[in-house]
């Protein structure tokens, strides 16, 4: 039998479709073909992206994630506004409600509104109601999406993910029957698996059961059963890595992956931490040097004093230095006290101070956050 091209396979289904089911809407196929003939006739450029190896086709990650991570984490400005956003987005928690009205069993529309019978479909495709039993496995699962962790938590770290480096992972695992459980994994660690054409899937295969780092890394080239448990095997299309190891294979339809900005055919996300990277940079120079003038005891005023010989002025900063000392606040540690950078000598001449450390309202020290 001659194979049929693309083009011919969707002309004929075209037909099938038609011929078959007499009730739809002749207008609605024709679309929805006409949309996949238009897909037939393309294929997609080469995506540019940087490989980390060439046999998982692991696509490397845009920016180093990890370092976004701690700024968001470490820096005042970023906690402040990622903070905000957050309690906005889970202020009001959330509440289940219907999907649907009505929706039709033979061609899967929804209505918003009680309608009689559906209008692609007529009089005898039936329509069904919400179903009460639907509604109260979701709010189970939004009770005790694992285990370990509360949705609240699950959604907080999802935005922090997204906020941060523009890219979220949320394993799925299938726990029995219509038992689910779900797991945000670190977008540190995950890197997606694709080939030139930016298509999902290295077309290396694993064992979702038998598959453990260091343990049982035995992967295949093709799909089947696994040899070992029977179980189908999966393409792998996410990994997770650790200090340049595989810790972790996951197949598509295990990991949610998302992101607040896509920029196609890239894969991943565009941070905009990364976007203001070097005025955050700036930021943390600015807060150190403050810090490290007005904590770690630099050199503040010199005081000559007239007549006095060395060791009488090194015993009067010394008696200074115990009194200044009795009222003192650390700011990392919280001990009580005060330290005191005056430095004393003995002179000649008249007494005489002269300044060492920038006058604080010159250094701006009140303002420079404002920045």
Known sequence: MKKMTLRQSVTNFRKRIVNSLPLYSRKSVNTLVTA??????????????????????????????????????????????????IREAVRNRWDVQEK??????????????????????????????????????LEAFLDNPNRDDEMVDIIKSVFKDNLAVDDWYVSIKNIGGNQWVVYVEDSAEMFICADKQGRLGNGVWFCPECWKPEEHEKTYPGKGACPYCDVPLKETAYVQKQEGTIKARFGRDEIIHGNSDPWLPQLYGNSKVMAVLQELRTAFAMSSFN??????????????????????????????????????IDAWTGRIGRKIRNLFFGSRGKVSVHDVMPDPEKMQSLEWMEF
């Open 36 to 85: 996949a003939e238009e897909v037939a006739k393309s294929r997609r450029g080469t995506v540019t992206q940087q490989y980390i190896e060439s046999v998982d086709k692991i696509v490397d990650q845009p920016w180093p994630y990890l370092l976004l991570k701690k700024y968001a984490n470490r820096h005042p400005f970023l906690r402040i506004v990622h903070g905000a956003i």
């Open 100 to 137: 649907f009205a009505k929706k039709c069993t033979f061609c899967g529309q929804e209505f918003a509104e009680p309608v009689e019978e559906c209008p692609d479909c007529g009089p005898t495709a039936l329509l069904r109601d919400p179903n009460p039993q639907e509604k109260k496995r």
């Open 291 to 328: 810090f490290d003038t007005y904590a770690s005891g630099h050199l503040a005023k010199i005081i000559f004093m007239e007549g006095e010989d060395q060791s009488k002025a090194t015993e009067i900063g010394k008696a200074a230095k115990e009194q200044a000392e009795k009222i003192e």
